[in-house]
């Protein structure tokens, strides 16, 4: 077993359901290589079923709980720098707070940075679910080496964001997440790719995603959609992606925003998802 300390970094707002983020902790403290601490942003005042639960985990985990109390509601990106100032590990295991890490997960994480001590962010693939974990309907399978990464992230996001482990001087020496409400990790993780940061994705899914069975709806929302745009435009503008790039991303969304969801689930579902089957 591999001997690494590391830190979970999670925020919790308002509207997160009790029970999800219930099972989120359990799958985050029974971890194989169990967390040296889990840091958990208080996103602005929340509710007492969701204080009841941190408090819980508090009394009965001693010494293992940070939980930095934020006045008013700042969005993730906001909440996740003030939550990464406090993790006191190098390396900094993500987690959202209605997903559910498989047991192995931080220690295979852990393990590939043990074996190269270039590695600046490691991620895996996910396995989406609508209802129950047991019945998954799809895996999001991300690019895998270091090369393969730098050219799909610049169109999209090379990372499921709440699968990745990082390393904390990593993130805060390329300004931490960006005040966006929308790809704050798409951001992120451009600016690190581009200043030399070194990445791969693990060939296995490591996450269960809890997903929506209305996010294709959401997708076409004309703020998203242009949001996007102009996250591509200033990868243009600096360098990063090229006018292809920005042409082919603009179209899409475009695209998007026009077309029936009909069109855009069977899309979604033969072209940017995979069938599931366990490894």
């Known amino acids: 077993m591999v001997d690494e300390k590391y830190s979970v970094l999670m925020s919790v707002y308002t509207k997160e359901n009790p029970d999800y983020f219930k099972t989120c902790i359990e799958s985050i403290v029974n971890q194989s290589l169990i967390p040296e601490e889990i840091v958990i942003v208080k996103d602005g005042p929340i509710t007492l079923e969701l204080d009841k639960i941190i408090n819980y985990y508090e009394l009965n985990y001693d010494g293992l709980f940070t939980v930095v109390e934020l006045k008013e509601n700042v969005g993730l990106g906001k909440a996740l ?3 990464l100032k406090q993790c006191r590990n190098e390396l900094v295991a993500r987690m959202d707070t209605d997903d559910i890490s498989l047991a192995n997960r931080c220690e295979l994480q852990v393990g590939e940075f043990v074996k190269d001590k270039n590695l600046d962010i490691v991620g895996s693939n996910i396995d989406e679910f609508y209802d129950t974990p047991d019945k998954v309907v799809s895996s999001r399978v991300v690019p895998l080496e270091h090369d393969e990464i730098l050219k799909f992230s610049r169109r999209r996001s090379p990372f499921n964001h709440p699968t990745v482990m990082y390393k904390k001087t990593s993130v805060l020496s390329n300004g931490g997440y960006g005040d966006f409400r929308r790809n704050q990790d798409l951001d992120l993780f451009v600016r690190m790719l581009n200043n030399g940061c070194k990445a791969k994705n693990i060939n296995r899914s490591l996450l269960l ?24 435009y200033s990868f243009w503008r600096k360098g990063y992606s090229s006018f292809i790039d920005l042409t082919v991303i603009a179209f899409s969304q475009i695209f998007i925003f026009i077309s029936p969801t009909w069109v855009l689930e069977w899309i979604s579902g033969k072209y940017l998802r995979k069938t599931y089957k366990r490894r």
């Open 81 to 83: 720098n003030e939550g």
């Open 209 to 232: 995603f809890r997903a929506n069975k209305d996010n294709v709806k959401r997708r076409k929302s004309w703020d998203k959609c242009r949001s996007y745009i102009f996250m591509i």
